[in-house]
């Protein structure tokens, strides 16, 4: 069922190998991009950072079934590459630490997350109090949390519950900027290419792991 999840007890219980043909023991998953939807900014990881290992998680399991196809596709059509990405359904509010150790991830990215407009909803925010301590312990110190919205409301909620917290802070503009992964946060992914098809708002905010 929908709800329905396996997970394991422990990320030593993983099997990464099943995923990416290529790891070898001494590699690990170091992206995730958290709801990656329909997978298209994983891709574009993939292609960006051809020796860093992405996992892309998503609680639909057709979404993430699109997904798992879409990468087996590409790596047919293309031999030898996109062997360092895979999708992972999953609740990510959940399980990340069944998934992950401490300081494991070097970069998490939450793009375009589900808003979730009314007041009574907001406790289902991927971006809450409670979960930014449990993404402190799966990121690494000086990894950095990407988040993109298109949703003025939500990016101050993300801006605010981030800045509050004691173990991340907000990166300058300028390094905002300068990161070559920003450019691709517009319309890599198929959320950002609708907001861009729409001429809507884009809401960036970049924040260090403490
Ligand atoms: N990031 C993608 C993009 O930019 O195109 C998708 C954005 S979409 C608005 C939000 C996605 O997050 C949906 O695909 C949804 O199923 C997924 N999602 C919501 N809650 C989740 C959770 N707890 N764990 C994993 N994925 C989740």
Known sequence: ADHCFDYPAHP???????????????????????????????????EMFPDRFAIGLEIRVKVSDYVMDRIKALRTLHPGKYNNIACLRTN???????????AQLDKMFFLYPDPHFKRAK??????????????????????LVYTMTDVEDLHKWIVLHMEQHPLYERLPSDEEKADPITPKLYQSSEEGAKVVRNKGDHFLAIFRRI
């Open 12 to 46: 030593d219980d993983v099997d990464w190998q099943e995923m990416y043909p290529n790891i070898t023991s001494d590699q690990c998953v170091e992206f995730a991009d958290i709801g990656c939807g329909y997978g298209g900014f994983l891709v574009t990881l993939g």
């Open 92 to 102: 990510a509010m959940k399980y990340l630490p069944n998934y992950f150790r401490k």
């Open 122 to 143: 907001h406790k289902w925010r991927i971006i809450n109090q409670a979960l930014l301590s449990e993404y402190a312990y799966v990121l690494r110190k000086g990894g």
